[in-house]
């Protein structure tokens, strides 16, 4: 437990965004059975976050909803700022003591054993496989952070001997780097150019996921892709306060060494232990990372560890919105991959699923570029259908050759053209490579409305 820890009880405490699907409501919920007087404010309406609002129902809160009031920041002891708060967002500057969400769970967390987890790709997916992999052992495991559970709601049944692990977003990170604190075990996915549009440029996004590592200690552990270009820069020694100490680094990927978790034809290997995950219902070859970089992060923890990953790997289904298949209707395959807010995530499904492919792509405009992708599409996709903010700068990358490229005025519109393009023995994708602003409130609400037109 860190220090520095704020005193809650009959403080006037601002919770500056709600979250329109509840991200919000677990902090609140904290600060008021910690005695704090609460005000909730947000710039979306009433409306808009219906479920938060009714989450919280009973809940001694004050809503400031539709807008910010400059009282809220001024007269309040401690402002709580939601992770998706813009760096240059005004309002914050005016709070008197200034604090995060994960950030107050980390200073009051009782655990003596942390996995922190972040990369642009497959975060929540192995953050899930490590989390199941440890309940196996003997100790008491809780899973939150960026999966949009809060972990502070259930503070008081956290105990010194449990494990915790969380997924770390680069936002997340960002606000947690004045802490000068790294989890004991942290596993890096992966690194491509993601939240540019946030972050700027490349580097001050690598910048913010090297927190992950900064402040590790002796015998702390990093989990690395040794098939990612920018696992290097997570190697070093960083911290500039003299406390890290030695640490252990294991590799995992195709190209780690003997002694790291390999991935081979369909096997995965680490010490001797010989993983066959050919009949695994994880979809997909990239997600043997994701599956190697938990056996990495978790060997070894407990007696007995093998048989649970091995069990793990072999019956997890994946999570929602990430290559989910949907279902087949006349003879036609669906898959929501919503998660794809990337055009390397996308990438990566237009390698896993088979043809002919009718793509559903665009969004909000991130800054990213879609030349690679708009390449493959070409390659892999009978037909694309284009969408939103970047519906004109996808058409342009993916051309007309051999790819039909079709543009829809909304979402609904998309989802229909794709059906009706889409042949018997075709497969229907919607992996976006693009976030969902604008049109949805996240890549969830997305998912849930592209198997809601999709069950129709």
Not at 142 to 150: I, K, T
Not at 362 to 369: I, N
């Amino acid at each position: 437990m860190l220090t520095d820890v704020p005193k809650l009880a009959g403080a006037r405490v601002t919770v500056m965004g709600l979250g329109l699907f509840g991200a919000g409501t677990g902090v609140t919920k904290f600060l008021c059975r910690s005695g704090a007087r609460v005000t909730v404010t947000d710039l979306h309406d009433e409306h808009q976050l219906r479920e938060s609002v009714a989450a919280l129902d009973g809940w001694p809160v004050d809503f400031h909803l539709g807008g910010h009031r400059e009282e809220d920041f001024t007269r309040a002891d401690l402002v709580v700022v939601s992770p998706g708060v813009p760096d240059e967002s005004p309002w914050p500057g005016l709070a008197n003591a200034l604090e995060a969400e994960l950030n107050l769970f980390v200073k009051l967390c009782p655990a003596r054993t942390v996995y922190g987890i972040t990369g642009s790709n497959g975060k929540s997916t192995t953050t899930t496989l490590i989390g199941r992999i440890l309940a196996r052992g003997p100790r008491r495991v809780w899973v939150g952070g960026n999966l949009g559970v809060s972990l502070l709601d259930r503070l008081d049944e956290i105990r010194r001997d449990d494990i915790v692990v969380l997924e770390l977003s680069s936002f997340q990170l960002q606000r947690l780097a004045p802490l000068r604190w790294s989890p004991q075990v942290s596993v890096v996915t992966n690194i491509t150019p993601n939240h540019l549009d946030r972050h700027g440029t490349m580097a001050r996004y690598v910048e913010a996921k090297q927190t992950i590592v900064r402040h590790q200690r002796e015998g702390d552990v990093r989990v690395l892709n040794a098939d990612d270009p920018f696992a290097a820069q997570f190697t070093g020694h960083f911290a500039d306060d003299g406390i890290e100490g030695p640490h252990s680094v294991r590799w995992f990927g195709a190209n780690a060494a003997v002694d790291g978790t390999r991935i081979g034809d369909e096997v995965i290997e680490h010490a001797g232990h010989l993983f066959d995950v050919r009949n695994r219902r994880l979809p997909g070859r990239f997600q043997l990372h994701n599956l190697a970089a938990a056996t990495a992060a978790t060997a070894d923890a407990f007696p007995g560890w093998a048989q649970a990953a091995a069990e793990i790997m072999a019956s997890f289904p994946g999570v929602e919105h990430r290559l989910e298949f949907v279902g087949e209707i006349d003879g036609v395959a669906y898959y929501d991959d919503s998660i794809a807010t990337t055009p390397e995530r996308t990438l990566a499904a237009l390698d896993t699923l088979p043809g002919p492919l009718v793509i559903l792509l665009g969004g909000y405009d991130k800054g990213l570029s879609f030349d690679a992708l708009g390449a493959r599409v070409r390659e892999r996709c009978r037909d694309a259908v284009v969408f939103g903010q970047t519906a004109d700068t996808l058409a342009e990358a993916i051309g007309a050759d051999r790819t039909g490229v079709h543009r829809a005025a909304s979402f609904e519109d998309a989802v229909g053209r794709a059906r009706a393009l889409a042949r018997p023995g075709d497969t229907v994708l919607l992996s976006p490579a693009c976030a969902s602003y604008g049109w949805f409130r996240n890549f969830t609400e997305r998912g849930r409305r592209f198997k809601e037109l999709v069950r129709d």
